[in-house]
């Protein structure tokens, strides 16, 4: 039996649908069309708002300095999207291969960061990364010991451990959003390498191969659709990230979401941050377009 | 499996490579070495989370006669309580109804349901507030209806993830199972309530501990719309961080990390490490 056509059963298609309909529509779309509709709004006054049909906001928006922190925003959530695919490709390798004694184990523990609260675990790093944090102490007693170890062979010993400034700069957030952002990675990427054909790649060994070039060959190409998900699910919350970079970032670490944020809160200038927000979304509908598209082509290729 | 192989490695068991294991043993580190730390200055007698000065349950006695924090704490849970059951059942309702029926429009609708999985926090916080105070909703009221708002904003961005669970689970359903049930006499209902519901059981309890999850981290889209009062854990986390660390927050903290770490293991017992990692991918 295909799908049913609504008229067909027309009491249990309203008993179904009413709810997540009317809820779709009253409490999403109304919310996103005030906004869409005051990013074309002017501030009269300190709370008045009038819709009079302006581009302007959007043309401040352009400017160089809203958008050179969406172009670097864009480059903070790219940088650590590739991160998280450098250290987490592995991982989700391991977890592939792993023996069914260990594999339940090595999947909790990439799992449970992911039910942990986000602000605990941000919390938690800010802790290790302060400046008298357990990251700066152990590089402090590497250093004296290089320090000693000169001294031993003769040689001047190293000026004085200065605590390496590690909280509140781009540095930091950077860490902070890998931090938080690996799991995501991870997952994805090991249920794609989990369904792969294992004796695809036995036979690649088998004709002489060797293990890097199956894995370029062979591996990364049939994991591919993993992959794109496992960036996809990272660089979409990372480009849209405010915790990290307000908690963890400097003065000159802003990432989009701040400037939204303090249209809405601080600077009280509502049209402005409805204009960026959609801007955002704007941004966020172009990468996945550009990976449907992407989709495809392989998919006709095979 | 002892470090070294004693027996000689199969060429794809590469986990048991040396490297491999000391990469991921390192990413272990990197994820749960911050928390350790936490954890155990939870337990330092010292205001600050910088020298050790000996063991001390005192925070944890702060943190039990701390009321906001116990405030927090009810209100989130509250929260979580209610975004689960209306998720749960509008998520589904939205899930039977892409599966079951064609009708216009599919296409939209179906994009449009799950478009608040895509749409950056940031943009849902924001048009919640707008959205709340151009309204006029009212601000002020007892506990619990303050927290009106809140778990409005919560469902509407827990549902998406329990329908996009469930319509997973429905795909493997056999609709000849429900035809069986009506021609042996079941009406509508019945054969919904007899037969698709246990059917579709397990993503009903992963797409639960989902929402549950989901509600309880949110930190944007809460502070958007939270009103004096209506604080949830994160929240006062995140206003306290800003303001300089008081230990009750460490102490919180472990509590809710072991009460994570209990509610995994019950998932897993239920669901299977595999089905787990199914929910998020």
């Not at chain 1, 009253?26 to 996103?32: C, E, T, Y």
């Not at chain 1, 191969?209 to 199956?214: D, I, L, Q, S, V």
């Not at chain 1, 400097?250 to 509502?270: H, L, Y």
């Amino acid at each position: 039996m295909a799908e049913q056509d609504w008229k067909a059963g027309k009491s249990t298609f309203a008993a179904v649908s009413t709810a997540p309909l009317v809820w779709t529509l009253a409490f999403f779309l109304v919310p996103m069309a005030f906004v869409w509709f005051y990013s074309f709004g002017r501030n009269v006054g300190l709370t008045e708002i009038d819709i009079v049909g302006t581009l302007d906001n959007y043309k401040r928006a352009t400017e160089w300095l809203y958008l050179s922190i969406f172009l670097k925003s864009l480059a903070v959530a790219g940088l650590v999207t590739l991160i998280c695919l450098i250290i987490g490709f592995p991982v989700a390798m391991a977890l592939t291969f792993a023996s069914d004694k260990w594999r339940p184990w090595l999947l909790l523990g990439i799992m449970l960061p992911f039910w942990t609260n986000l602000l605990i675990r941000t919390y938690a790093l800010m802790i290790v990364l302060g400046q008298q944090g357990y990251v700066n102490q152990g590089l402090g007693v590497l250093w004296g010991g290089a320090s000693w170890v000169k001294t031993l062979v003769g040689l001047e010993p190293l000026p004085t451990w200065e605590p390496l400034p590690l909280l509140y700069n781009n540095f930091a957030v950077v860490l902070g959003l890998v931090y938080v952002h690996l799991p995501f990675m991870v997952l994805p990427l090991y249920s794609a390498l989990d369904r792969l054909d294992k004796s695809l790649i036995e036979a690649s060994l088998d004709l002489g191969a060797g293990h890097f070039r199956t894995l370029i060959k062979i591996v990364v190409p049939l994991a591919a659709p993993g992959i794109i998900a496992g960036v996809m699910i990272t660089l979409i919350p990372a480009l849209g990230a405010y915790l990290t970079p307000d908690l963890m970032g400097g003065t000159d670490s802003q990432m989009i979401a701040n400037v939204i944020e303090r249209q809405f809160k601080r600077a009280n200038d509502w049209p402005f941050g409805a204009a960026l927000s959609f801007l955002l979304i704007y941004a966020m509908f172009a990468l996945i377009a550009l990976q449907s598209m992407r989709r495809k082509t392989p998919g006709e290729a095979r | 499996m002892p470090l070294f192989a004693r027996t000689a490695r199969a060429p794809l068991e590469y986990t048991r490579t040396l490297w491999m294991r000391g990469w991921v043993g390192a990413v272990m580190l990197f994820l749960y070495l911050p928390l350790i730390v936490l954890m155990a200055f939870s337990f330092n007698d010292s205001k600050r989370n910088v020298v050790w000065r000996g063991f001390t349950t005192k925070y944890y006695a702060k943190a039990w006669e701390n009321d906001q924090l116990w405030g927090a704490m009810v209100n989130s849970l509250t929260i979580a309580a209610f975004a689960t059951i209306f998720s749960l059942i509008i998520g589904s309702l939205a899930a039977v109804m892409l599966w079951r029926f064609r009708f216009p429009l599919k296409g939209a609708v179906d994009g449009t349901i799950s478009l608040p999985i895509i749409v950056p926090e940031i943009c849902l916080g924001v048009a919640f507030l707008v959205f709340f105070s151009t309204i006029g909703w009212p601000t002020g009221l007892v506990w619990p209806f303050n927290l009106g708002a809140i778990i409005i904003a919560h469902i509407t961005f827990c549902f998406p993830f329990v329908a996009m669970v469930v319509r997973a689970r429905l795909a493997t359903f056999n609709r000849e199972q429900e035809e069986a049930a009506k021609d042996l006499g079941a009406g509508e209902w019945q054969a919904f309530r007899d037969v698709l519901i246990p059917h579709i059981k397990p993503a009903l309890v992963s797409g639960a501990l989902l929402a549950f999850t989901l509600s309880l981290d949110d930190f944007v889209i809460t502070f958007f719309t939270s009103t004096p009062g209506t604080d949830t854990f994160p929240v006062l986390v995140y206003s306290l961080v800003k303001r300089g660390v008081t230990p009750d927050i460490n102490a919180a903290s472990t509590i809710l990390i072991l009460l994570t770490v209990a509610l995994t293991a019950v998932a897993l017992k239920l669901q299977g490490a595999k089905a787990l990692a199914g929910t998020h991918s």
